[in-house]
């Protein structure tokens, strides 16, 4: 393979990890839509306007850790696409 190929093969599968992150920070936030923490620990205009970094810096994490299976499936479409075998 070529260097090209390479780093189109690498960017494809930074690519799918971040759509799988960016999948799974929305998830989370609806999950964390309703829940309220209690004073003095929680609550408040700070946790409401950080909740939504939280879930962000937790959906990379999980992707990163594995995932739930997503990424591979993009990447593979995406090669697929892009005319590269697996």
């Not at 408040?44 to 990424?71: C, N, P, W, Y």
């Amino acid at each position: 393979a070529s260097a090209a190929e390479l780093a189109k093969r690498g960017q494809i599968k930074e690519t799918a990890r971040n759509f799988e992150a960016s999948f799974l920070s929305v998830m989370m936030q609806q999950m964390f839509e309703g829940v309220k923490t209690s004073e003095p620990f929680g609550g408040g205009q700070g946790e409401e306007m950080f909740k939504s970094v939280m879930a962000e810096a937790m959906a990379k994490q999980v992707t990163r850790a594995g995932g739930i299976g997503l990424a591979p499936t993009v990447e593979r479409e995406m090669l697929k696409l892009q005319g590269l075998k697996e």
